[in-house]
């Protein structure tokens, strides 16, 4: 079964500082996406970013970057610079292509 | 926001009643998505739909039920509502092309069922 695993159950972090949250999946499928979401206060589901796994490079979005290891089946995501904003839960999720279905890790708390 | 609003935000309703929460999308996306969140469990799907008149169930669809009668709009029913599903509900739209896949949600709708 496709799988997607979230260890941290919650992470802390000082504001200005760095932090990496992990994120490792189970598939034997070699098209897919690989994305982050971060969901507020608020509940608001928002895409941070997404990685294709087609592709050697990792993904970038300003203070947002990814560590996409293909053969480790690892994406984890890292947030530089930590600000009070950055406080949320954050999902990792897989989409293998061709199909329907998006599959969501169990969240990580981010405390800022 | 891909345009998507659910209705209601909110709701409280007892044991037995039956409850419809509504999705509705602006940018004709040919598939849609309702979840559920729970503490612990993550996003996990109820039922999704390919398209008007096509839908199929998710990984827990017991006691619920969709339709779709019109592209932009995606029906959730609970027949009859229990304690379980008390829980918050995301709508969510697919969208693919030359951009790449990404999936984009609903602000959600929570329900307490007493």
């Known amino acids: 079964a496709q799988t997607v695993t979230q260890s941290q159950p919650e992470m802390s972090v000082q504001e200005a500082e760095t932090v990496t949250l992990s994120c490792t999946y189970d598939?034997?499928?070699?098209?897919?996406?690989l994305f982050w979401y971060k969901q507020p206060p608020s509940r608001q589901m928002i895409l941070v970013i997404r990685?294709?796994?087609?592709?050697?490079q990792n993904a970038t979005e300003n203070r947002f970057s990814v560590n996409f290891q293909k053969a480790a089946k690892s994406f984890s995501l890292k947030i530089s610079d930590s600000q009070l904003g950055d406080a949320a839960m954050y999902f990792c999720?897989?989409?293998?292509?061709?199909?329907?279905?998006?599959?969501f890790g169990t969240g990580t708390r981010l405390k800022v | 926001d891909a345009g998507i609003t659910q209705s209601p935000r909110h709701k409280v309703t007892e044991t037995g009643t039956p409850v419809t929460l509504r999705c509705h999308q602006t940018e004709n996306h040919r598939y849609m998505y309702w979840y559920r969140q729970d503490p612990g469990h993550g996003l996990r799907l109820i039922h999704y739909?390919?398209?008007?008149?096509?839908?199929d169930k998710g990984e827990v669809s017991d006691g619920y039920s969709v339709s779709r009668s019109k592209t932009e709009d995606f029906l959730l029913t609970l027949e009859s509502a229990t304690s379980s599903q008390t829980s918050v509900y995301f709508c969510?739209?697919?969208?693919?092309?030359?951009?790449?896949?990404?999936?984009?949600f609903g602000p959600g709708t929570r329900l307490l069922v007493l």
């Open positions: 598939t034997s499928e070699s098209d897919y996406y």
């Open positions: 969510a739209i697919r969208a693919g092309g030359p951009g790449g896949e990404t999936q984009y």
């Open positions: 999720a897989y989409f293998p292509s061709g199909t329907y279905k998006y599959i």
């Open positions: 739909s390919y398209g008007v008149k096509d839908t």
């Open positions: 990685q294709e796994a087609y592709k050697q």
